[in-house]
């Protein structure tokens, strides 16, 4: 194979597998009776949770993904929670396409709304300053980009960032549930996404077997990668115990296969 062709996939490989945690929550998931109440204290997820995903394209090292849960901070008054999403190359996919992101969700502490989505991209020589700002008064999303608003989106009750979704998707009680939906916007667009459960079974990732449960994420209207893939298709394992830990997450995709496994925790109950 030509070696220029050769680093022109593998450098979009990486950075596509490095996008899969945050392509599972863009467009999203979301809304079921059976939600746990968030007013709980024993919520699956507590401030000072940090998940470390290693990303792989086949056996490929690509880089690394983390998800953590920052202290609760007011918002304009109100009691919220700090997502974080950051997703960064190894060093020799920086030879090929550098990529060094951030994502900064806030949601209401009984999440039930978005309060706030900011991600700064930093992606080749591409460069994003997002800000997504929910004004629940005037029910809408408003999207700028270093600056440069546009035209605001209207924005159901209920409606998530992408980032907060992810996270709202823990707080299911999945025992009796086959699917689940919830408005997100990207502060561009909004729809209404689903998820369906697949299956329960048992797997093994670095830090450990965990009984899960499977998922299938509808990406019916998710570019990038899926774009040009008819059969595109995202898999979610997250732990079937109270903590709902997302463990391993795999996708098919025109270029090939991609895996994201959970290589280190902390801040969750050893349960």
Not at 38 to 57: C, H, M, N, T, V
Not at 61 to 70: F, H, Q, R, Y
Not at 154 to 170: C, M, V
Request: proline share 5%; aromatic share 12%.
């Amino acid at each position: 194979m030509d070696i220029v062709l050769a680093n022109t996939r593998y450098k979009r490989a990486g950075l596509n597998a490095l996008r899969l945690l945050a392509i599972l929550a863009i467009f999203g998931w979301f809304l079921s009776p059976k939600m746990v109440h968030a007013s709980d204290k024993d919520l699956p997820f507590q401030p000072g949770e940090k998940l470390i995903f290693e990303i792989r394209w086949s056996f490929i090292p690509a880089g690394k993904a983390v998800l953590e849960v920052l202290p609760i901070e007011s918002f304009n008054g109100i009691e919220s929670y700090h997502f974080v999403l950051t997703v960064r190359t190894n060093s020799f996919v920086d030879h090929f396409y550098k990529v060094r992101d951030r994502i900064d969700a806030y949601a209401d502490v009984q999440m039930n709304r978005s309060l706030l989505f900011k991600k700064k991209q930093r992606e080749g020589r591409s460069k994003k300053d997002i800000l997504v700002e929910f004004d629940w008064g005037e029910k809408h999303a408003q999207y700028s980009n270093f600056g440069k608003k546009r035209r605001p989106v209207s924005i159901p009750p209920g409606t998530f960032d992408p980032l907060s979704a992810f996270y709202f998707t823990r707080l299911f009680d999945w025992q009796n549930q086959k699917e689940v939906k919830r408005p997100v916007t990207d502060g561009k667009k909004i729809v209404i996404g689903k998820a369906r459960l697949v299956k329960r079974e048992t797997i093994k990732v670095p830090v450990g077997t965990y009984d899960t449960y499977l998922f299938e994420p509808d990406i019916e209207h998710v570019g990038g990668v899926f774009e040009k893939s008819k059969d595109a298709k995202i898999e979610l394992w997250i732990t079937a115990d109270k903590r709902r830990i997302p463990v391993r997450l795999r996708s098919k995709v025109i270029v090939g296969s991609f895996v994201g496994e959970l290589v280190s925790m902390t801040g969750v109950d050893r349960r």
